[in-house]
């Protein structure tokens, strides 16, 4: 949406990344979204945030979506997972942007 951001993640479609957060933090932030949503990306990804486990977000996202803020509490959580899914089989390259990602104490 033009808006420029000095540090990020790509996440592939179908990829997860743990992170060990050993319990030493409290909420973790970001802006997720598409490269660019003004070109009109057709693409669909699933956002899925794990926490020990246990779901803690999940949202669809569509390439013509704004970017959106996420904040999740991680008060005592050992383990974080972000996963990027399609929901439907495709050839085309397709990742999320995780702006601004960090973990806060």
Not at 15 to 29: I, K
Not at 50 to 63: H, I, R, S
Not at 81 to 98: E, F, G, M, Q, T
């Given at each position: 949406?033009g808006?420029?951001?000095?540090?990020?993640i790509?996440?592939?479609?179908d990829?997860?990344?743990?992170?060990?957060?050993?319990?030493?933090?409290?909420?973790f932030?970001?802006v997720?979204?598409?490269?660019?949503a003004r070109?009109?990306?057709?693409?669909?990804?699933?956002?899925?945030?794990?926490?020990d486990?246990?779901?803690?977000?999940?949202?669809?996202?569509?390439?013509?979506?704004?970017?959106?803020?996420?904040?999740?509490?991680?008060?005592?959580?050992?383990?974080?997972?972000?996963?990027?899914?399609?929901?439907?089989?495709s050839?085309?390259?397709?990742?999320?942007?995780?702006?601004?990602?960090?973990v806060?104490?």
């Amino acid at each position: 949406d033009g808006v420029s951001f000095p540090k990020g993640i790509a996440v592939s479609a179908d990829t997860a990344l743990t992170f060990p957060l050993n319990g030493d933090y409290r909420e973790f932030r970001a802006v997720v979204g598409f490269a660019d949503a003004r070109h009109g990306n057709a693409a669909e990804l699933r956002l899925t945030v794990e926490a020990d486990g246990k779901v803690v977000a999940a949202e669809l996202l569509k390439g013509k979506d704004k970017a959106k803020p996420l904040a999740i509490d991680v008060k005592g959580v050992r383990a974080l997972r972000v996963a990027v899914d399609r929901d439907y089989p495709s050839d085309a390259a397709a990742y999320l942007i995780l702006a601004d990602a960090k973990v806060q104490k």
